[in-house]
């Protein structure tokens, strides 16, 4: 009877260990809310050719109203194949850094690859996380988000783990097409929400040309707020 009963406790030991296991490895629900509209898929690092950017001035156009200048250091997210990056570190200078950040590994390696060959020796190349940019804190006087906002999953959390990146009057620069989230852009209304939602005023805003694109200046204004206090942005379409 007894060895009965020792069976039975081992038996029941074992059936718990297991299930405490699985219930501890269990994902926490996230402290941040959710995003109320559609996320665009990552459909491509490329748009279009760096030749018929140059030829409209795009960069040049972002990077003066952005007011980004020599000796700056600059983050450029979502890099993709470094048409910014490539820019940005001839704008910045010897004096300078950028660090070009994307989240698929081989879109990083392609651009450190592109980086060694073209010596861009004050470029920095740096794989981040979804919803984490993996920046270094208190480091940018500007961080760009060109044409991927709209693909960003968990934007309260994304910009809530950004803030600390940004120096003293640093500047969170968003490029971004005016239409729907679904079509790959951010209405300028929506992302002034999601901003302000994690303590972000905007500084600024102008349009550029083509494709209804424009440019939003943010800068961070005020404490942190803790995940739990941040209010999600519910886009509102007439009927």
């Known amino acids: 009877m007894r060895a009965r009963v020792a069976g039975l406790a081992l038996m029941l030991l074992a059936s718990c260990g297991p299930a405490a296991t699985r219930r501890a490895a269990e994902p ?35 990077m003066n109203r952005a007011d980004i200048a020599k000796g700056m250091t600059v983050a450029d997210i979502g890099a993709g194949e470094g048409y910014y990056t490539v820019r940005l570190a001839q704008r910045v200078g010897k004096n300078g850094r950028v660090l070009a950040q994307d989240i698929v590994p081989a879109v990083r390696d392609t651009l450190a690859e592109r980086v060694t060959r073209e010596a861009l020796d004050n470029v920095s190349v740096k794989l981040g996380l979804p919803a984490d940019p993996k920046l270094p804190a208190a480091s940018f006087d500007r961080i760009l988000m060109v044409h991927m906002y709209h693909e960003i999953a968990a934007p309260y959390e994304f910009l809530w783990r950004l803030r600390p990146a940004l120096r003293p009057g640093g500047r969170v620069v968003v490029v971004d097409a005016d239409r729907p989230t679904s079509q790959h852009g951010t209405p300028p209304d929506l992302l002034d929400c999601e901003m302000k939602s994690v303590g972000y005023t905007r500084v600024g805003r102008t349009e550029l040309a083509g494709a209804d694109a424009y440019l939003a200046l943010y800068e961070a204004v005020g404490p942190r707020p803790e995940p739990e206090a941040i209010s999600s942005c519910t886009l509102m379409t007439p009927a």
Not at 49 to 60: L, Q
């Open 28 to 62: 926490k629900p996230s402290r941040f809310p959710a995003a109320h509209r559609p996320v665009a898929p990552i459909v491509s690092s490329r748009f279009s050719t760096e030749e018929a950017r140059d030829r409209i001035r795009e960069a040049d156009t972002v």
